[in-house]
């Protein structure tokens, strides 16, 4: 969920940055009005602070909001997941693959005692178990 927040907001300031570079867009910022940055953060303390009590004011708003990022994120994850796999067909070569696939399950055979007792098995995150 951050990483989304963080990516938003990223490129928003790519966004905000690009005009630097086009020299009519500069000249036509230079005419209109600016905002302080005092007033800016003002603005931005206030959401925080906004979104900050809502919990406190309805706390239902806030469990449902929690429950919509979890799904969402299960969602981008196997999203993600099969965006992977279609890349994986795509461009991977087949043999990168194999050896890929033998590390993942840990069954490397490999002649090499250094690379089997090092990486005998790499961990895979489990998901997180369910409450009752």
Same mark, same amino acid.
Do not use: H
């Given at each position: 969920?951050?990483?989304? *927040?963080?990516?938003?907001?990223? #490129? !928003? ?16 910022? +230079?005419?209109? +009005? ?15 602070? /906004?979104?900050? !009590? ?9 469990? +449902?909001?929690?429950?919509? #990022? ?7 994850? +196997?999203?993600?997941?099969? %965006?992977?796999? /279609? ?11 194999? %050896? ?9 055979? !490999? $002649?090499? %005692?250094?690379?089997?007792?090092? *990486? !005998? ?9 369910? $409450? *009752?």
């Amino acid at each position: 969920m951050w990483f989304l *927040i963080r990516t938003a907001f990223w #490129f !928003s300031m790519v966004l905000v940055m690009l005009p630097i570079f086009d020299d009519e867009a500069t000249t036509r910022l +230079k005419d209109e +009005k600016g905002v302080e940055l005092t007033d800016a953060l003002g603005a931005a303390a206030g959401a925080i602070s /906004y979104v900050g !009590s809502l919990c406190s004011e309805k706390p239902d708003v806030c469990v +449902k909001g929690a429950e919509t #990022f979890t799904a969402l994120g299960s969602r981008a994850r +196997k999203g993600a997941r099969v %965006a992977y796999g /279609y890349l994986d067909t795509q461009f991977a070569d087949e043999t990168q693959t194999k %050896a890929a696939d033998t590390v993942l399950t840990g069954t490397i055979t !490999s $002649n090499d %005692a250094a690379l089997t007792d090092t *990486i !005998s098995r790499i961990p895979i995150p489990l998901p997180r178990p369910k $409450n *009752i």
